[in-house]
Nanobody, 117 residues
Framework: QVQLVESGGGLVQPGGSLRLSCANS????????MGWYRQPPGKQRELVAA???????NYADSVKGRFTISGDNAKNTVYLQMNSLKPEDTAVYYC???????????WGKGTLVTVSS
């Protein structure tokens, strides 16, 4: 059974940094894509960053140059380093893994990031 658990969220002042982590506490599996999504209050969930198996990363325009995604496929872990945070980055952040062979997707339960002075 796959169980993704995010950590690292919290309250931070504008301009500050946070590092989110996502780990699979269940059975490890081969991953095609690892990604981070977020859902701001009252808005739809959106892609923040994704990391493919071959190491290619892509980012939402709103976070380019400020956020960095990294991960370890074998360890089923993914990270999101967030710098120069802005109030509009406030959201619940979710990790998502797509299985390499089945294509199934798995989601964590989310971690809240609040950027406020």
């Amino acid at each position: 059974q796959v169980q993704l658990v995010e950590s690292g969220g919290g309250l931070v002042q504008p301009g500050g940094s946070l590092r989110l982590s996502c780990a699979n506490s269940g059975t490890s599996f081969s991953i095609r894509t690892m990604g981070w999504y977020r859902q701001p209050p009252g808005k739809q969930r959106e892609l923040v960053a994704a990391l493919s198996r071959d190491g290619r990363a892509n980012y939402a325009d709103s976070v380019k140059g400020r956020f960095t995604i990294s991960g370890d496929n074998a360890k089923n872990t993914v990270y999101l380093q967030m710098n120069s945070l802005k109030p509009e980055d406030t959201a619940v952040y979710y990790c998502r893994y797509e299985a390499r062979f089945s294509g199934m997707e798995y989601w964590g339960k989310g971690t809240l990031v609040t950027v406020s002075s």
